[in-house]
């Protein structure tokens, strides 16, 4: 192997010894994951070598021409045969190294050219080593030595080479190790060769100190076996932290390899040059990450370096939820432009937003009211006895109607605009006041009204005219309904007046005479009655409850004397044949009738399985578990009991209701090992925990559908109790979501919840009901197919379709939950596509918490008053439509998850119709807790569907009211004058036109045209 040339020679007994006298530069260079041990050309002092004997190695010492010294040890007893010269080292410590690399250089002349040597001359010479722990005595003993190798020259010189005086140096490395003691001795042994060793050098290597992903690798010593690797953990720079842990892999050649995890820049510090550098003033960095600083958003300022958060400057202020990203916000200004308007009982004010909103956009509005004397001076809170409609505190459109008001006083209402930051400023909140005079004289309630007879469908009723009318009697309107609680959870009524829930829903009727004939009314039940009177001047109050019953009063006394004495009748028997029948059992010992039922209940059972459990022809039904009288049998008839020891479990990935889950493998006769999860009961079970927690099993085995988790087996025969799945390696779909915020194209969450839909479609066809559908319940593999799972609260419905399964006790998951389902415990398919819709909304806002931080309270109220959830950011309309169809109040209304998929399918096929997003076509402002309308119509005929009113399309094309712009500028005299006579009618299109003209309004600021 070439290396330097050698220059000058020492003679010595009529033959030659090389001399390297220098070395050009880069001649042996030391790479940086070497560790030098020794190293001959950089001694200052003698070598201090040992030679046995005496005479066969010679030190030979000179100084090149940078006056350096240069160590050789040299040999040529070429003349004489059996040479044996050895030359050992001082002892050499090995420091943590176990393999150790010698580097020898040296010459070697060409035995042929030298004359008068017969066959004594050698072109070879031995490697040797010894371990030891410490420095011995110098008496050395070859046969303690082990050899390492045979050491030969690449070229050798020859006596033309001597006369151009150009010498090639040899250069060899050979191996050595494992070396377990402190430290070890080299020997080089010559056999009779001609040769100069040059120079020396023994090292280890290592992977040297490195900065990687901003993590520190420490120097470390690789493995003796060249086929296994160290791996290194590694510690982030200053003012970093992990975010998956850095590793790297030290090679056996001092190599990084397999570089993993890495670190990030702390809060407040962005990356520079490898290191985390703090941010400089007037910048931020709020989250953790190799992401640069950011300037300080508006209205917001640093004085400090490493600030993770700017502040707000003074006036301006940042809301709990507000993100650091967001600019400082102000309050609003006062609300401007207040009008009022008094139709007959009802009050309207309206007023237009704020000139300055702050920089907001979460802008609510406030009314509070003031009643005073003719002494405007002296006023006083309006109390209780004033309403407003929808409501006076956190309103989102800029109008409110005021009820229930007096004549002849003077009101003051003071609207005060709010959003986020309000109650964080100290500053006076501005205001706009309106004083309004209610200066109408409204006629005087209805006093005794009487029933002057009753049919089985009717009631005749009659009243004294009011003492005082205050003008002329106009009409008189009767509002009527059933004596019956509407159908609202009883846990709700306390927030509810009495008025309030009892007419929910009514009828109406008037008349001209103070009198009245009700008909259509059912036999045999009670009613309630209100009237009130119409002027000139407007209504009066409504007069106080009457209660009436249709039918003949005495024969309903009689049939329900006779019907209470059926009924005790029938119990006293009852009861007397219940104690009969107790006497007998106890008596024979046999529940011969108990035991027929079962036996009934069984055969019914079998002739399903039989059937292969057909709910109707081609259709696969759901058998409830409960229905056998041992739980193990129905786990054993539809899950496959799975041999534990083919099971391995591997490590723990969560923990459930009943034990811990783990991941692990499956190994399958015939087939290769498979990835399950695997669900464990933990120890110290009672019978009843080992029923329910099998349960599942018995529920998910007869379930075969690509969207539905599938049950691999149970294990019940050995502790632990075991359910055995397939393995999704995403999680829940909720935590996924999250984990994966904004990375998804609309249609690939499109196509999750079309997966999602199919899996519901299967089980609503078994006619089965989930009661638990949420994100967190669906599990995500790694091809992003959702598959429904957790079938714990699971029920089956009966034969009817329609039918809903009816339970007391237990969880509901109110967020998830239809109000149905709330109030009266009843599930179905209808309140599966409630909960649906919900997931719905989690996979377009990447796995949000739906309805935010509100209790369970608050969002069981704002169902009931209409709220639904908004639309998340960058949500198509047509995905929100179908959201606001699965929580329609009436479950009948909802659509079927057949209809949902076919849907989904439109869509997906028809990519396009994705584009348009919600926050384009909303008719009201982007308001947190608004319910939007889309502008579905764009014709008079559309709208009037849209509000059922359709009978009328004909009565307004007549009259000349033939596009939106005019309609929307109708009054309720139009509305009379083209034929709308019921007051019913009347009242559901004036109430839609408002909607209307902020739809027209909408479409005008967005420029379409309609």
């Known amino acids: 192997m070439g290396g330097c040339e050698a220059r000058g020679l020492l003679w010595k007994f009529g033959l030659f010894f090389p001399l390297l006298t220098g070395c050009p530069a880069g001649c042996s260079q030391v790479s940086s994951n070497q560790v030098v041990l020794l190293d001959t050309t950089a001694a200052i002092g003698e070598l201090g070598w040992k030679t046995y004997p005496l005479n066969g190695w010679d030190a030979i010492t000179e100084m090149d021409e940078h006056n350096r010294p240069i160590h050789t040890y040299q040999v ?42 017969l066959g004594t001359c050698k072109e070879t010479f031995n490697l040797y080593y010894m371990e030891s722990d410490e420095s011995h005595g110098v008496k050395f003993k070859p ?51 001609c040769i100069a060793l040059v120079s020396v050098r023994v090292y280890y290597k290592k992977c040297p100190f490195m900065v990687r992903n901003l993590a520190m690798f420490p120097d470390t010593i690789p ?31 001092g190599d990084w390899l397999v570089p993993l995890g890495r670190c990030i820049c702390s809060v407040g510090y962005e990356e520079v040059d490898g290191s985390c550098h703090a941010c400089r003033p007037g910048f931020y960095k709020a989250f953790a990450g190799n992401i640069k600083c950011s300037k300080c958003p508006p209205h917001s300022l640093t004085y400090v370096e490493a600030t993770s958060v700017c502040q707000c400057e003074k006036g301006y202020f940042r809301a709990e939820k507000d993100p650091p990203t967001m600019a400082c916000t102000r309050p609003p200004s006062a609300p401007r432009n207040v009008i009022s308007n008094i139709n007959e009982t009802a009050l309207m ?72 930051v309000s109650e964080l400023s100290f500053s006076p909140k501005p205001f706009t006041a309106i004083t309004v005079t209610t200066d109408q004289d409204a006629p005087s309630l209805i006093g005794m009204v009487r029933k002057d007879w009753a049919s089985q469908n009717s009631i005749a009723l009659s009243w004294q005219e009011p003492d005082f009318p205050n003008g002329a009697i106009l009409d008189y309107e009767i509002k009527y309904y059933e004596k019956a609680y509407p159908r609202i959870a009883p846990a709700f009524w306390h927030y509810l007046r009495v008025e309030e829930h009892e007419q929910l829903s009514y009828s109406s009727t008037r008349s001209k005479a103070p009198s009245v004939i009700i008909t259509g009314l059912k036999p045999a039940t009670k009613y309630i009655f209100h009237i009130r009177v119409r002027t000139a001047a407007g209504y009066s109050g409504y007069s106080q409850k009457f209660e009436f019953e249709t039918g003949d009063e005495t024969s309903d006394i009689a049939a329900e004397q006779g019907q209470i004495l059926v009924i005790a009748t029938a119990a006293v028997g009852g009861f007397t044949l219940l104690v009969i029948l107790t006497l007998f059992f106890l008596i024979t010992g046999r529940c011969q009738w108990y035991i027929k039922a079962k036996m009934k209940s069984e055969e019914k059972r079998r002739a399903h399985l039989q059937n292969g459990h057909l709910r109707f022809p081609g259709i696969k039904t759901y058998i409830d578990p409960d229905t056998y009288e ?143 559908l949420a994100a967190r319940n669906i599990l995500v593999n790694s091809n992003l197919m959702c598959k429904v799972s957790d079938f714990g609260l699971s029920r089956v419905l009966e034969d009817d379709p329609e039918a809903a399964y009816t339970t007391s006790g237990g969880k509901i998951p109110i967020r998830w939950t239809a109000p149905e389902a709330i109030a009266y415990r009843k599930f179905s398919s209808a309140s599966d596509a409630w909960s649906y819709g919900i997931v719905m909304w989690e996979v377009m806002s990447y796995g949000e918490r739906p309805y935010w931080e509100m209790s369970n309270q608050d969002v069981i109220l704002s169902i009931e008053e209409g709220y639904r959830l908004p639309a998340p950011m960058g949500c198509p309309a047509s995905l929100h439509q179908l959201m606001l169809h699965c929580w329609q109040k009436e479950r009948n209304h909802r659509p079927k998850f057949t209809d949902i998929v076919s849907f989904l399918d439109k869509l997906i096929r028809n990519p396009s119709s994705l584009h348009t997003l919600v926050e384009d076509v909303l008719v009201m402002p982007d308001s947190p807790g608004e319910v939007p309308e889309y502008p579905l119509f764009v014709s008079v005929i559309d709208w009037l569907d849209s509000i059922k009113m359709g009978q009328y399309k004909n009565n307004f094309m007549a009259a000349g009211f033939t596009t939106l712009d005019v309609v929307s500028r109708m009054s309720i005299d139009d509305i009379r004058r083209i034929g709308v006579v019921l007051i019913g009618h009347q009242r559901r299109i004036v109430s839609s036109l408002q909607t209307l003209r902020l739809h027209m309004m909408h479409i005008q600021e967005k420029g379409f045209h309609v």
């Not at 006596?159 to 050979?174: F, S």
């Open 76 to 117: 040529c007893n070429v003349m004489e045969p059996n040479q044996n010269n050895w030359l050992r080292t001082n002892w050499i410590s090995r420091d943590a190294a176990q393999k150790i690399y010698v580097e020898m250089k040296f010459t070697l002349r060409d035995c042929n050219s030298i004359p008068w040597v």
């Open 630 to 772: 041992d739980p193990a049998l129905a786990v054993h008839e539809f899950a496959k009991e799975i041999d534990p020891s083919r099971i391995r479990i591997e490590r723990v990935i969560g923990a459930g209701e009943f034990g811990e889950v783990c991941s692990g493998r499956l190994k399958t006769p015939g087939k290769r090992e498979i990835p399950v999860a695997i669900k464990t009961l933990k120890g110290g079970y009672v019978d009843r925990q080992r029923r329910d927690f099998l349960r599942e099993a018995s529920i998910m085995g007869q379930f075969d559908h690509p969207n539905i988790i599938r049950l691999e087996g149970v294990v019940t025969k050995s502790r632990p109790v075991m359910i055995v799945v397939e393995y999704m390696e995403n999680g829940s779909l909720d935590s996924f979501l999250r984990k994966h915020d904004g990375h998804f194209t609309v249609i690939q969450l499109v196509g999750m919840l079309r997966g999602i839909a199919s899996g519901m479609k299967y089980l609503s066809d078994m006619g089965y009901v989930h009661r638990d």
């Open 349 to 420: 004010l309206e007023w237009s937003p704020p000139s300055d909103t702050g920089g907001r956009k979460d802008l609510t509005y406030s009314v509070s009211c003031k009643k005073c004397g003719s002494d405007t001076s002296q006023c006083e809170i309006c109390g209780g006895g004033i309403r407003f409609i929808p409501r006076h505190t956190g309103l989102i459109n800029s109008s409110v109607t005021v009820l229930d008001f007096v004549s002849h006083v003077n009101y003051t209402f003071e609207i005060e605009a709010m959003n986020g």
């Open 143 to 193: 046969n303690q030595y082990t050899k390492i190798d045979t050491v030969a020259a690449d070229e050798s010189f020859t006596q033309m080479d001597l006369g151009d005086r150009i010498l090639k140096l040899n250069t060899e490395v050979r191996e050595v190790g494992p070396i377990n003691r402190k430290g070890f001795y080299l020997a080089f042994q010559d056999i009779g060769a």
């Open 223 to 253: 493995r003796v076996d060249s086929s296994s690797l160290v791996e290194v953990r590694g510690s982030c720079v200053k003012n970093a932290e992990e975010r998956d842990t850095p590793k790297l892999y030290c090679g056996a050649d």
